[in-house]
């Protein structure tokens, strides 16, 4: 069974910066691209960075310069490090798998989430 | 960037009813379209990819049609456990992007 679990989440003041964490099993974790989503309250959905299985990455303009992704195989762990943290970045911050069919990924699992929360 | 855009934004409906929401994208993405549901404070749940293969486990009152331009969901006969919100998504280039959403709610 196909499990993620996000951690990290906390209330940071704006400028700030923490890392998220997705702990992934029940599958290769290294065959598979992973990828990070958010959601501001009330909004809707916002993806924010990528992560192919060789390490190729893809983010947001809204994050670029400010978050990277990462990813540790031998832990199967997924990261998202963010800096310099706005109000705009509250979100809950979900790691979703990815299954590339005809060389194209989509996302076919999702973690429960951790929320973020940039305040003073 | 790609962007989609879903139609209603938010519908009413009676279980049993049969109901399709629309997802328009401003370019072709020829059928690199998903559809997620979502239920309040839950993560998001595969539906549908390729625009209309059924996700594992998925119940085949779920169906998803289209390519291009023009997508539908619809849900054959709305059960109690499908009040939700639905968002389509394209995934054939980066930066990926979602529909904001549509809310089902019990008439």
């Known amino acids: 069974e196909v499990q993620l679990l996000e951690s990290g989440g906390d209330l940071v003041q704006p400028g700030g910066s923490l890392r998220l964490s997705c702990a992934a099993s029940g599958f290769t974790f290294s065959n598979y691209p992973m990828s990070w989503v958010r959601q501001a309250p009330g909004k809707g959905l916002e993806w924010v960075s990528s992560i192919g299985g060789s390490g190729d990455t893809y983010y947001a303009d809204s994050v670029k310069g400010r978050f990277t992704i990462s990813r540790d195989d031998s832990k199967n762990t997924l990261y998202l490090q963010v800096n310099g943290l706005r109000a705009e970045d509250t979100a809950v911050y979900y790691c979703?798998?990815?299954?590339?069919?005809?060389?194209?990924?989509?996302?076919?699992?999702w973690g429960q989430g951790t929320l973020v929360t940039v305040s003073s | 960037d790609i962007q989609m855009t879903q139609s209603p934004s938010s519908l009413s409906a009676s279980v049993g009813d049969r109901v399709t929401i629309t997802c328009r994208a401003s370019q072709g993405i020829s059928n690199y379209l998903a559809w997620f549901q979502q239920k309040p404070g839950k993560a998001p749940k595969s539906l549908i990819y390729a625009a209309s293969s059924l996700q594992s486990g998925v119940p085949s009152k779920f169906s998803g049609s289209g390519s291009g331009t023009d997508f539908s969901l619809t849900i054959s006969s709305l059960q109690p456990e499908d009040f939700a919100t639905y968002y389509c998504q394209q995934y054939t280039s980066y930066p990926l992007t979602f529909g904001g959403g549509t809310k089902v709610e019990i008439k």
């Open positions: 979703a798998k990815s299954l590339v069919v005809a060389a194209r990924g989509y996302f076919d699992y």
